[in-house]
């Protein structure tokens, strides 16, 4: 496995790669790797010949300087796990590389009001940071597919918008969430839980397969969007330190808001929990 930190080495190196007739894949991350990555890594294996992992921690897609800080920079660690999955490139580029303009204003991307709700609210100008280094690093890497993670679902909508709206030569593959035995989506803040609020942190998810149960069941239960928020927001504060920043029930295409429950088809109901000071972000999809 190659480690690269220069676009032009990255470059030099795939560009042979493409002439030997390999595709690439290409699994874009912040590093604090886990199951879930892997996850990605192994499918990106599967798919093509030759598998590249970004780590960067894209300083302009957070708005909060102490979650930016805070976040977990484990590169021994990754590095291991990553050999063992058998990727052939980590391309882990200094912050000056990705933006050496540093003070030039970012380009505002068209994303037909998908970067409004949920996250939007709460982390305005998350996403346009998320599309500019995407972008980015799809200029850099020129992938045949790139491998996107179902628990950032919002993020995953924005970047196949992104990309057929700008033509993107790449074919952006969505992957189920990874949970730890309990139900906890694996993410990479969870390490920062202490062990009481990893107890209760399960019930993020236990709560939203009851939500599922009653979106199936909501006709006959006779339950409206707006109640089952409600009652998904009571039942995640029952459990303190848990406490609900957002829920929301949307269209899982347009992720716009339902008037009605229809059964279940195409929702997805999405939240973020604070979980004592770390923030958690978790959604189940219906068909
Ligand atoms: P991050 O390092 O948090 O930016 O995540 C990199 C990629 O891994 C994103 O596409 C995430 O959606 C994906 N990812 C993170 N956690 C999980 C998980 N538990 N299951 C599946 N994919 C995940």
């Known amino acids: 496995m190659t480690v690269t930190q220069s676009i032009g080495a990255t470059q030099?190196?795939?560009?042979?790669?493409?002439?030997?007739?390999?595709?690439?894949?290409?699994?874009p991350t912040m590093g604090a790797l886990h199951k879930g990555h892997l996850s990605l890594i192994r499918r990106a294996k599967a798919e093509n010949d030759?598998?590249?992992?970004?780590?960067?921690?894209?300083?302009?897609?957070?708005?909060?300087?102490?979650?930016l800080e805070k976040y977990p920079r484990t590169f021994d660690a990754d590095y291991k796990l990553l050999e063992d999955e058998g990727c052939d490139l980590i391309?882990?580029?200094?912050?000056?590389?990705?933006?050496?303009?540093?003070?030039?204003?970012?380009?505002?991307?068209?994303?037909?009001?998908?970067?409004?709700?949920?996250?939007?609210?709460?982390?305005?100008?998350?996403?346009q940071g998320v599309c500019v280094v995407v972008h980015k690093l799809f200029?850099?890497?020129?992938?045949?597919?790139?491998?996107?993670?179902d628990k950032d679902f919002q993020q995953?909508?924005?970047?196949?918008h992104m990309k057929k709206n700008l033509n993107l030569d790449v074919e952006i593959v969505?992957?189920?969430?990874?949970?730890?035995?309990?139900g906890l989506a694996m993410s990479s803040r969870n390490i920062r839980l202490s062990t009481s609020e990893r107890q209760i942190?399960?019930?993020?998810?236990?709560?939203?397969?009851?939500a599922k149960h009653k979106i199936e069941t909501s006709t006959e239960i006779n339950i409206t969007p707006k109640q089952l928020k409600q009652w998904v927001s009571d039942q995640i504060s029952s459990y303190p330190p848990l406490k609900p920043e957002y829920i929301e029930i949307v269209n899982k295409n347009t992720l716009q808001p339902v008037n009605d429950l229809n059964g279940g088809k195409d929702l997805i109901v999405c939240m973020a929990v604070y979980d004592g000071s770390v923030r958690l972000i978790d959604n189940i999809v219906l068909f």
């Open 201 to 210: 942190a399960p019930m993020i998810y236990k709560t939203l397969l009851q």
């Open 91 to 127: 391309f882990a580029p200094e912050v000056d590389e990705i933006y050496p303009n540093n003070n030039e204003p970012i380009p505002v991307y068209a994303l037909n009001g998908l970067d409004k709700p949920m996250e939007g609210v709460f982390r305005p100008g998350h996403f």
């Open 12 to 27: 030099e190196l795939l560009n042979l790669k493409r002439k030997e007739g390999s595709s690439i894949g290409f699994v």
């Open 156 to 160: 995953l909508a924005i970047i196949r």
């Open 174 to 182: 969505g992957c189920a969430i990874v949970r730890e035995e309990d």
């Open 50 to 67: 030759f598998v590249v992992c970004s780590i960067f921690v894209n300083p302009i897609q957070f708005n909060n300087k102490e979650d």
């Open 139 to 149: 200029n850099i890497i020129k992938p045949n597919r790139a491998y996107f993670g």
